[in-house]
């Protein structure tokens, strides 16, 4: 399966946690949302929501998080989890914040395997997607924070998170599972940040698709035709340090595409770039530098921006929400969701 990239957000990075009185009553409402969405719209409507950047910061400033915090992502993520994980609704996720986000792979595993589904396209799209943010869009953020969302008929969203420690900015990329067939060309949907060409190497922009093509083809050269090429160019600003073990590995391989080239291990930033580089040298190939990156309160946010979280509105309404006669959930055992929807 392909997917779609719909949206990035940038966000100041904040010290600090969630307090506890605050993230208990994120999942509680949390929970109460996710059921009503899910019995409204399937759980297909509750990745569709959770893959809009606008939608997921929406959501996190109406539990009561700040807007212009890089935490919205990080603790809205955890809540959901717990949320999900403690319901019915045939939607889980794996992964999270730093040691959480190196633990992916394993709860995919579980997740497949309680939902009976096959658990290698969800890591590969997750290792994918990770590497795509990380590498092939080089924009200055590192990822930290790397989360997917699984359905039990196999549907999936990835919310992730980079850091730039520099501008003291984080940036987030939301993937939508898709017909889209390639992880390498406009992957993005929707885009919501400050935008910064002038810190940009966009290797996935169709403008950048003759770079992608030369870029296999350089590979195939093998190392010594690279060597000599970093050599004769090395006046200019090609990376200092490259994984040559990883290019060499690249070569035996002969990968058919860019995607291929993206999913071997080792290669990464240095790597990507120099092949752009040595692109526009020797085959006229210019990549993009084009930045694909382009909100309402409900009870306040933590900080008192713009002003204290009114925990007495916010009891009210999980007790309300909890007192009406919703739509039943969806049960896991309804394997078609169309014969839900219809």
């Known amino acids: 399966m392909g997917m779609k990239k719909v949206g990035e957000a940038y966000l100041p990075l904040h010290r600090g946690k969630a307090p506890p009185w605050l993230f208990i009553r994120m999942k509680e409402l949390a929970k109460l949302l996710m059921s009503t969405i899910a019995s409204e719209y399937g759980r297909k409507g509750i990745l569709e929501r959770l893959a809009d950047p606008v939608w997921f910061q929406a959501l996190g400033c109406a539990l009561g998080y700040d807007w212009h915090s890089s935490g ?24 999270g914040k730093g040691k959480s986000a190196l633990r992916t792979p394993e709860e995919i595993e579980k997740i497949a395997t309680r939902y009976d589904i096959d658990a290698a396209p969800l890591i590969r799209a997750s290792k994918l997607s990770a590497k795509v943010d990380n590498a092939a ?55 919501i940040s400050e935008s910064r060409p002038d810190m940009v190497l966009n290797l996935v922009a169709r403008e950048s698709e003759g770079v992608r093509r030369a870029s296999v083809d350089l590979i195939k050269e093998g190392t010594g035709r690279l060597m000599r090429l970093m050599n004769e160019y090395r006046v200019l600003r090609m990376p200092r340090r490259l994984d040559w073990d990883a290019l060499e590995r690249a070569y035996q391989l002969n990968p058919s595409s860019y995607e291929e080239l ?40 933590k900080d008192g921006v713009p002003f204290p979280v009114d925990l007495k509105l916010m009891d009210e309404v999980i007790s309300y929400l909890r007192g009406k006669d919703l739509p039943r959930p969806i049960r896991t055992n309804l394997k078609n969701l169309e014969e839900y929807l219809v």
Do not use: C
């Open 262 to 301: 993206l999913g071997i291990k080792g290669i990464g930033k240095s790597a990507l770039r120099a092949l752009a580089l040595l692109s526009e040298l020797v085959y006229g190939e210019r990549a993009s530098v084009k930045d694909p990156a382009k909100y309402s309160f409900t009870f306040g946010g």
């Open 137 to 191: 869009l080089q924009d200055g953020f590192s990822l930290y924070h790397h989360s997917l969302l699984i359905t039990e008929e196999g549907e999936w969203v990835v919310i992730q998170q980079g850091m730039n420690t520099q501008l003291r900015m984080a940036r987030r990329y939301h993937w939508l599972g898709s017909k889209v067939d390639s992880f390498v060309i406009e992957p993005h949907y929707g885009i």
């Open 72 to 95: 919205l992502t990080t603790v809205l993520t955890a809540a959901l989890k717990e949320a999900l994980n403690e319901l019915d609704l045939g939607v889980m996720i794996a992964g």
